[in-house]
């Protein structure tokens, strides 16, 4: 498959067509899907159709956007018009199909993106794998025994199997960053506003894509971003592109840390050495001034989970399927809710106060610095059914798990993206980590240019190349 921006300038081009593009993309489904269970909703039909329209906008000397003819598949927690979000749960398997597209969606379909369907989601978007009682077990391209993270984790299949080349993504605790790792992608998590909302859901979580390049993430960044009237946090657009700065952004000078566990995560050795070693190629061929200082701050992430499970309890109940019906959730979303459970009023304002205190922990580090780099997770993809691990490389990981690295950008708000820093031993995707300042989406994506550069990844799991 080729990548979005290759696509749409082929399409531009005449080199091939939006409907050709759209068929490929059909074809690799029906023959990969099988094996790896992404797609939950199909809409092939009416993609041809669009693709038509396309094609014939074309011919009449439109331009149908720099999407044009790109095939896209949208995460099912997101609403895409005349398709039903079921939210990965038994709760909404009857789910109606919706009147609109999310505005997000919406601004890439105007692009000339093609939507082929919605992609599989753990359930309500509470766990780090991809396996829900409504449909099944999503199963990692690069070695089909592992998961392909969570809670993204249909829409980095679909992308590392090579059926689409961009799916939509959101992250409220690393939902895009940890199954980019997982997957050997690229995910970016927004500053927080850069992408408007306007569903409701909590404001640390933000909307974004799963890709194979630096480029297609930062085009579709630039279709995206922008502010929607219901979002009081919605940030203006910027005036400056983020696909030409992730090219050109002169980044040298910029001060980086590098981290291999934050002062407190449970990490492996063999993930932290990978993600390390990218993070010093990159500091090098970046030109950054490395600050070799300890890097340490509280560990939200048992915070997270206690008032996230909070939020999912109420809202369950509120709709009449708690307390009666706890045996229709997937298992790794009870886990999740005996791991972390909602706690007293007391408990909920002690887990405030520890992210309040990580704020001010991160505030006073970017006072000084510009740049983390750490690793994206803490271990490489673990089997596609399993719960999320409590010991990693031996040691008790209880408190932190698989991916306790990505939180700190959701709840402080910075950009953070994860790009492909490696391979361990056994061929599983690790991926480096780089949070920059607040509302320099820029920086990230011209420093994640910039490792693609010197270090190329592939673009599709090996096993579907």
């Known amino acids: 498959m080729l990548s979005a921006t290759e696509i749409a300038e082929a399409v531009h081009s005449s080199q091939v067509s939006a409907r050709e593009m759209v068929r490929l993309a059909i074809q690799r489904i029906e023959e990969r899907d099988s094996a790896v269970n992404a797609f939950c909703v199909r809409d092939f039909e009416r993609a041809e159709a669009m693709a038509a329209d396309i094609d014939e906008r074309l011919a009449l000397g439109e331009d149908p956007g720099p999407l044009a003819g790109v095939p896209l598949a949208v995460k099912d927690l997101e609403h895409a018009e005349g398709l039903p979000t079921r939210r990965g749960s038994l709760f909404h398997r ?41 449909h099944g077990t999503t199963r990692n391209p690069w070695r089909l025994d592992r998961t392909p993270g969570g809670s993204s984790g249909g829409s980095a299949a679909a992308v590392a199997a090579g059926m689409v080349p961009v799916c939509t993504g959101s992250d409220g605790a690393g939902s895009i960053r940890g199954p980019a790792a997982f997957c050997g992608l690229v995910g970016l998590k927004v500053s927080h506003g850069r992408i408007g909302r306007a569903d409701g859901a909590s404001e640390n979580s933000q909307f974004g894509v799963l890709t194979s390049t630096v480029a297609d993430t930062a085009r579709c960044l630039d279709i995206m971003a922008g502010p929607v009237e219901l979002d009081r946090m919605s940030l203006p657009r910027v005036s400056f592109s983020y696909e030409r700065a992730a090219q050109t952004l002169d980044v040298a000078g910029l001060k980086a840390c590098w981290s291999d566990d934050m002062g407190f995560a449970v990490v492996d050795p063999e993930v932290a050495d990978i993600a390390r070693s990218a993070a010093m190629h990159l500091i090098g061929a970046a030109g950054l001034q490395h600050l070799p200082r300890p890097v340490r701050f509280s560990n939200i992430y048992p915070a997270v989970g206690q008032l996230y499970t909070y939020r999912l309890v109420s809202r369950l109940e509120a709709a009449g399927y708690l307390p009666d019906r706890w045996d229709a959730l997937s298992d790794e979303v009870r886990r999740n809710f005996e791991r972390f459970p909602p706690g007293s009023d007391g408990e909920r304002i002690r887990a405030e106060d520890m992210i309040a205190k990580l704020q001010l922990e991160v505030a006073e580090f970017f006072g000084s610095a510009d740049l983390l780099l750490t690793p994206t997770t803490a271990c490489t993809a673990f089997g596609a059914a399993d719960p999320a691990p409590l010991t990693i490389a031996g040691q008790d990981a209880r408190d932190t798990q ?33 949070t920059g300042p607040r509302h320099r989406d820029d920086i990230v994506l011209r420093l994640a240019r910039i490792l693609e550069d010197v270090r190329p990844w592939p673009r599709t799991a090996p096993a579907f190349a």
């Open 94 to 134: 009857r789910a109606e199909p919706e009147p609109r597209d999310m505005p997000h969606v919406a601004r890439l379909r105007a692009a000339g993106a093609i939507v082929l369907g919605k992609v599989t989601t753990a359930e309500f978007g509470f766990a780090g794998t991809c396996d829900t009682k409504l």
């Open 402 to 434: 698989d991916c306790p690295l990505t939180p700190l950008a959701n709840f402080t708000w910075h950009p953070s993206i994860s790009v492909p820093a490696g391979h361990t031993r056994d061929g599983l995707p690790v991926g480096l980590m780089i």
